[in-house]
């Protein structure tokens, strides 16, 4: 009976005891946290990149459309109109072009 007692007071005190952890340094810490934004910048450098060189595949036209529409996006983001008033009021309206029906 005594022996169960031992056993079971040794066992108890071996799951109560509190396991030993490593925790990582602050010098860790920042260095990997230092790694993580360059691999950030190092991705937005190689989108930028690709962008840059997907523009200028394009013809001139093209180019100014995109620019064009990325500044519509904009505007529509910060909650105004795509186009200024006054481009509104003083410009012609673009029409369609319409197929000779036959």
Same mark, same amino acid.
């Not at 840059?52 to 990325?70: A, F, P």
């Given at each position: 009976m005594k022996r169960h007692i031992l056993i079971f007071c040794f066992l108890f005190f071996l799951l109560n005891f509190p396991q030993i952890s490593f925790s990582q340094d602050s010098k860790e810490r920042q260095a990997v946290k230092e790694l993580n934004k360059q691999k950030e910048k190092s991705q937005e450098e190689v989108e930028k990149e690709?962008?840059?060189?997907?523009? *200028?595949?394009? #013809?001139?036209?093209? +180019? *100014?459309?995109? #620019?064009?529409?990325? +500044?519509e996006a904009e505007r529509r983001k910060k909650g105004r109109h795509p186009q200024p008033w006054w481009d509104r009021w003083f410009n012609r309206k673009q029409q369609k072009k319409r197929r000779k029906r036959i």
């Open positions: 690709l962008v840059r060189r997907h523009l *200028k595949m394009q #013809k001139k036209e093209t +180019r *100014k459309r995109i #620019k064009r529409s990325l +500044r």
